[in-house]
């Protein structure tokens, strides 16, 4: 009995932790690391659609590979999982969010390593990205997003905007300014950031935000996306429109991208550097095309106007 448990615990273990062509074993091609900072659907998407994309490509030419995903759950400890990725020596490291790709930028000059889900490649390394670096960015027209809020509220050069996000993720610092600044050439001075270190801040936080705006913005930020919920209920109680980078269900409009999308691009840029037909200095980083989205019933619950287009 004792050895049957042992055998199915080993197959659990190697069917969470392993992806491959054909099946969970040594002998595949090549070997991948996931770093995902955080489980939330977007994140999840991305790492999904990543996923898909490198098995199809590489079955096509006929290899396989070894997915190990890991999810550290904490900043501080993506460091931990891509220098483990590193002893290991795998082909090639998935970095999904900004802290994954800092840490595995900084753990690997030599091991590719692409992004996903990260914002702004440039600003992440100061200009200078690693030549062992590239990958796919989530980042929409923040012009876009606010003229769309702008427009769809009815926002005047009185309004107060409220920006939730993270202080901890530098992502999202990139996201306030760009919106603001925006905001900014039509008048709409009074932006407000309303940061937060740690979830347990996050209610209070909110509340404030509720209270001293006349419509909330939320960047592609991934506490707040993980703990958006909170976010809804209060704003919600309050009648306060929140507007967010990313598809939510809080949200009354978005103008937002599909993850599942941006982790297959990736994906397909992982097959060709596995496969010696590209490195990372080879490739630039992707964008793709955001979509409109409406949330029609949290429209009406305010009073918002969809667009007929």
Known sequence: ??????????????LGTCVAVTSCSSDADYTVGVCQLMAHESLDQATKGFKDAIVAELEKAGKTVDIDVQIPADMSLCSTVVDSFVSKDVDLILANATPALTAAAYATTTIPVLGTSVT?????????VPANVSGTSDAVPFDEQAQMMIDTLGLTTASKVGVIYCANESNSLIQFNAVKDYFATKGITNVTAYTFSNTNELQAVVTSAAAASDAIYIPSDNTVANNDTIVGTICSEQNIPVYTSYASAICYASLAIDYYQLGYE????????????????DIEVMTITPTVVYNEEICESLGITVPEN
């Open 266 to 281: 990736t994906g397909k840029m992982a097959a060709e550097i596995l496969l010696g037909n590209k490195t990372p200095a």
């Open 120 to 128: 702004d490649y440039e600003s992440t390394f100061s200009g200078n």
């Open 1 to 14: 009995m004792k050895k049957i448990i042992s055998l199915v615990l080993a197959l659990v273990m190697c």
